[in-house]
């Protein structure tokens, strides 16, 4: 266990690292990886690295207990074909791949067989975050890559399992009683499974009612870590016990608990554990086979991409969508550095294979972002190269113009559709096209910033145009085309946020509504409600604060230009409304004795 001195230094290097690497969108794994090197193999500032990291694995323990906490079967089910079908292929048909080239390369079968599984899984925490920091976890090729990690994490359980056995492999052949041994391990797994189903919510039953926090917080770590004990005593894995009791407990009424109080010791120890993972890394390696290095980084990225390219097409995916799940889940992930440790420790791989494949995984994460980029070239220079290509529309004229088809387009569309009023639907992603397009509804491939587009939609004859486009500026151009060449088109705007709505002001949309206004607007009447208020007075309340809202929206309209003059009326506006507010408790006095002064249309 690291000494005060030595956590300091941790503490330090997170703090300091892992903001920055956020800042320069390399994921907070990078960050600990990072702040691993620096400690370890370059400033030398800890010692010890190898009881350390003991410690710290009590971080992935913890993550494979949340892991199981979320593994709901309702939720399991739902994704059933993608992520056992994509899911599995890509863990198959990679571990397979790589399986032979390592055997290819002279290692034993059960080298293989780690080193293939092992390298087939990718970074959950940085594809995941990479993906909503591009805002790409909606489009097919991000809900697809959410489907195979969600494999690659639950194929991680058996993997842990299946290690010791591997270790056992050799005295198997030799005859000796290591398959007793196996089927010790199954009973207890078992024998944990049957008591924990029957033991584990009476247990927290009883401890809930103590309404005590920390002891709460205590028996979920007492569980975790009994049941991991357990599992070492048969010569299993301490993560493959805190899965199953995370298992367990995923469907009782104290998941959310259970995983808001393990959430602050899985963080603090699994980010220990990508340090320790760093300070391990062996930058020597790199020094002396340098060549053999980056051919294994390069020849495994490239083999998982090829692999994930060809799921993809065979899926039915664009050629895009298909390329960027390949490129999104082509490096090597957290738990392969737990697999080879593991195997290190039990004696299937040696020392230097084990640091080898740990530069390679690290390096294939820092490329990532790299290869990220190439993508985005390539797709830009596609999107170029097709500029004057888009979907040819129907001749038939159309009152409505609806410009971006995603969720609020959509149920403007399905609300048109009931009615029997013709719309034409425009676009300008490929993948939501194609998505739409499989459901049987109707919209065009195109870019409705571009005047020949709107022309050929026949802007100049429909009598609205709905602008539901989620990205600001390309929404802020396409009103700008529209108004500029068809002034008599009136605009129906959505707007993102308030400067979002100031923008479309400034160019006259008629209608703006502000996304998430109106149902933000609905929760907190029922909040009100909920509180003990009447429903007359929640109306009331929301009422008055609408009212003046939209006169404060038109009043900073002017003025949202200057920064201090903004800040200045939203300061006078926060004034006014509170004592509106105050003339609604002399109301609320009237109401209560039966007077109401007035009703909440008479705000409007």
Known sequence: MPQLSEMAIFL????????????????????????????????????????????????VVLLLFVIGLELQPSRLWVLRKSVFGLGGAQVLVTALVLGLAAIALGLTWQSAVVIGFALAMSSTAFVLQVLAER????????????????????????????????????AMEHGTDAWLAALKALAVIAAVIVGGRLVLRRVFDVIARTE??????????????????????????????????GVLLADSEYRHQLEAAIEPFKGLLLGLFFITVGMSVDLSVIGREPLLIVTAVIGMMLAKAAILFA????????????????????????????????????????????????????LSMALTPVALALNDAVSRGKRT?????????????SQVIIAGFGRVGQIVGRILTVKKIPFTALDRSPEQVESVRRFGRKVYYGDASRLDLLRAAK????????????????????????????????????????????????????????????????????VLKALGMSEWQAQLTVARFTAHDERTLARQHAVYHDEQQLRQSALEAARELEGLFEQDREDATQVDAGTPAFSPSDVR
Do not use: W
């Open 385 to 397: 190269a097709r500029v004057e290509e888009f979907d040819t529309i129907d001749e038939g004229e």
């Open 311 to 362: 799921i993809g097409k065979l899926s039915g995916y664009t050629t895009d969508s298909a390329r960027n799940l390949a490129v999104a889940l082509s490096q090597g992930g957290e738990f392969a550095f737990v697999l080879f440790s593991l195997a290190g420790s039990y004696g299937i791989m040696d020392a230097v294979l084990v640091d080898r494949l740990v530069v390679v995984v690290t």
């Open 459 to 526: 802007a100049d004859t429909a009598r609205l145009f709905v602008l539901a486009i989620d990205d600001v500026e390309a929404s802020i151009l396409t009103a700008e085309t529209v108004r500029r060449h068809f002034p008599q088109l009136t605009i129906y705007a959505r707007a993102r946020n308030r400067f979002h709505a100031y923008r479309l002001m400034d160019l006259g949309c008629e209608l703006i509504e502000r996304e998430t206004y109106r149902s933000s607007l609905h929760l907190s009447e029922q």
């Open 12 to 59: 330090a290097a997170a703090v300091l690292a892992v903001p920055l690497f956020r800042r320069l969108k390399l994921g907070a794994v990078l960050g600990y990886l990072a702040a691993g090197v620096i400690l370890g193999p370059v400033l030398r500032l800890v010692s010890g690295v190898d009881s350390i990291m003991h410690f710290a694995e009590l971080g």
């Open 212 to 245: 005590i926090q920390e002891i709460f917080t205590a028996a979920a770590l007492l569980v975790v870590i009994g049941v991991s004990l357990l599992m070492i005593a048969v010569g299993l894995s301490m993560s493959l016990g805190a899965f199953l009791a």
């Open 135 to 170: 805002k790409e976890l909606t489009t097919r090729h991000g809900r697809s890559a959410f489907a195979i990690l969600l494999f690659q994490d639950l194929a991680v359980i058996p993997l842990l399992a299946l290690i010791p056995l591997l270790a056992m492999a050799p």
